[in-house]
Structures are given as C-alpha cells and as structure tokens.
C-alpha cells in the first residue's frame, strides 16, 4: 500500500502555541504533525487539542499533509486526544510508543467508536526494544500507513549514547525499515535534536535516505529545507534515470536483451528504479 505521495519533511509543531500553528501554514514541509503529546505541559493539552482540532478542520495547509499526535491511551488524555482527531479531518493520527498490535487494534476501535473515516490512519511511533522485537506485526496492521522512529526514547530505552552517525541505533534501524519493506508501508527516520548543527543534520538526513527511509520527523523549521533537498532526486538523478528508461525500450523495440548505460549493465531492477525516481520526481513537482 506504499504511496509516492512526499513525506520528506515531517515537522513536529507544538498544538499549545498558535503562532507556530500559523507560521507552519507557510514552511515547505510535506507533512505536520500537530503534536499534543511531548511538546505540550499537561495543564495546556486541552487547550492544544482544541487547537489541532480548529487548525485540521482549517483547510489552511495547503499540500502539507496534516496529522494529530496524540497522548497514548495509557494517560489519561489519550482517549480524548484520539476522539477529537477522529472528526477533525486530520489524515492520520500518530500515536506514541507503540509496542504490539493490541495497542492498535484499541487505537482503532476508538477512532471508530468516535465516527473517524474508514481511511484515516494511524502513523505508529517505534521507539522502544518491544517495538523493534514487534515491528513486522506492527508494519503489517491494516490500520497503519507509516511508521516513525522515536530514535530518542529508543536510545534512551536501550541505555545507548547519541553519537554522529548512530552506530548504537543502526542495527534497530534497520530492522523497523525491514519491517516497513516487507508490509509495502512508509517509515520516517527519527529527529535530529541539534538544531544549530547543520552540517551533521544534513550527514544524519543522507543516512536515513542511503539506508533507505522516506523522509525524516523534524523539530525545527530550519531544517525543512535541507531535508526536502536529501530525499529529492537530483538533476544528475532524474536524467540518468531516463537515459535507463530511453535504453531499456529501445532495447525491447530491437529485440537486445543485453542493455548498457554509461557502462553498466542495466536489469530490471534498475529500470524500476529509474521509473520510482521518475515518480518521486513528479510527485514533488505536484505539489507547486
């Protein structure tokens, strides 16, 4: 069920402060996660679930895919948070530290319970050791369009240190992004808390894009633009691919089953990829 619709950039925006609710109306984010969970003090969370609610139900938002993180349904806000969401247009919700599929069959049977539409979805946060033990049944849930990596809460979990390019977390990494794979579901990496450090943004953005994520969960406006640019194809990107597209069929049309570009082999699996970057491409295009 994966779809070519653009998650690069997928910024983390505090429900409490309505100014950064207006101002995300104007960032070049793919997608928004209105959070009501980490980023919101426990006596301002009725308030920011108002907020999210009025600013989903908006319309303002224009391409930007508009989601609902909720408080899980262990607190005493989660079942609320998930109720408001139900209605509020948003087009998914995403829930915390999801860690097996009852957990999600509860998400789900309250987001019916409260009138949500059959295709509003659940993006599921993967951020502890039961998660990463669970993350093929929980990538395989009907219910559930993406998974995000909660690198923090996971490196916490694990008792490991953050260093520059993650070697502690790579192999659980890969395991949730084998996991999203195999259930044709799309995963974003984990946040960068750094906001200052560009040049290591920017190295922990090409990580996530080599190994092979979707895009990244972000925290800060300053570092859209540099994620959108990591997850698009490049020029050089987009013209090889259909130099491998123009040679593939006409060496269909001639009946050559031996095809080079530039002196390489060509197979299948390489005109499949030049045909998904040709995709991607046009589906950032889309979005003007």
């Not at 915390?96 to 999600?104: N, R, V």
């Not at 659940?122 to 995000?148: G, K, Q, S, Y």
């Not at 009946?255 to 491409?281: F, K, W």
């Amino acid at each position: 069920m994966s779809d070519l619709r653009p998650r690069r950039s997928v910024l983390y925006m505090p429900s409490s402060n309505e100014k950064a609710l207006e101002k995300a109306k104007t960032i070049p984010a793919d997608a928004l996660i209105f959070d009501l969970e980490d980023a919101v003090a426990p006596d301002a969370k009725p308030a920011a679930r108002a907020n999210a609610v009025a600013a989903a139900k908006s319309g303002a938002y224009g391409h930007r895919e508009v989601t609902i993180r909720c408080n899980g349904l262990d607190t005493q806000w989660g079942a609320d948070d998930i109720a408001a969401a139900a209605k509020s247009g948003a087009s998914a919700v995403v829930i915390p530290k999801i860690a097996d599929t009852e957990q999600l069959d509860a998400v789900s049977q309250h987001l019916t319970a409260a009138g949500a539409p059959a295709d509003m979805k659940i993006w599921a946060m993967v951020e502890t050791p039961t998660a990463i033990f669970n993350a093929r049944a929980i990538a395989a849930h009907p219910r559930v369009a993406v998974l995000i990596m909660g690198t923090n809460d996971l490196a916490k979990e694990l008792r490991a240190t953050q260093v520059r390019g993650r070697s502690p977390l790579v192999p659980h990494l890969a395991t949730a992004l084998l996991a999203a794979r195999e259930a044709d579901k799309i995963i974003l990496d984990g946040v960068f808390n750094d906001v200052k450090d560009l040049d290591a943004f920017r190295a922990e953005c090409e990580q996530g894009m080599q190994m092979g994520f979707d895009g990244k969960t972000l925290i800060h406006p300053g570092q859209v633009d540099i994620c959108n640019e990591v997850w698009a194809p490049t020029d050089a990107d987009v013209d090889y691919a259909r130099r491998v597209i123009a040679a593939f069929d006409e060496a269909q049309a001639e009946g050559r089953g031996v095809i080079t570009v530039d002196g390489r082999m060509i197979e299948n699996l390489h005109v499949d990829n030049a045909r998904r970057v040709l995709s991607v491409q046009a589906a950032i295009d889309a979005l003007g």
